[in-house]
């Protein structure tokens, strides 16, 4: 059993944060009974943020490729994998660019990753295209 001054630390399992406070203490409630106080934390999973900055890029097809900028906002304790794929739009996968399809991994440190996508000159003036 638990004796009056005891004390519980509390830790969770990796991807999860603590919420509350890690240690608690068995204090005297009535002469007959005690409990640990603060009640006991709990686990939450880690947020995790990834996207494109900027969400928007402007590029000539002479450029050659566009580099695009993921970031992700959070901290995870293990390594975490988005997939990532180009649609046409307007533009054209094969016309206006090549298609590309990855999987871009961070490191529990990384906070931004690169994707180039090649893009063709095809030497039409077009109007503003764009791929997703």
């Known amino acids: 059993g638990n004796s009056v001054g005891d004390t519980a630390t509390y830790t969770c399992d990796p991807g999860f944060e603590l919420i509350g ?12 009974s005690a409990s640990f106080t603060p ?19 402007s590029v000539n097809e002479a450029d050659g490729t566009v580099t695009l900028r993921i970031t992700k906002v959070g901290n995870n304790p293990q390594p975490v994998s988005v997939d ?11 016309t206006d660019f090549t298609s590309v399809s990855q999987t871009v991994t961070f490191g529990t440190s990384d906070t931004e990753m690169f994707v180039t996508v090649p893009l063709i000159d095809d030497a039409v003036l077009e109007t503003i295209e764009s791929f997703f």
């Open 21 to 32: 406070s890690e240690t608690t203490t068995c204090t005297r409630v009535t002469v007959n």
């Open 84 to 94: 990532f794929g180009t649609e046409s739009g307007s533009a054209m996968a094969g």
């Open 39 to 57: 009640d006991p934390p709990e686990c939450s999973a880690i947020a995790i943020v990834i996207g494109f900055d900027p969400v928007l890029y």
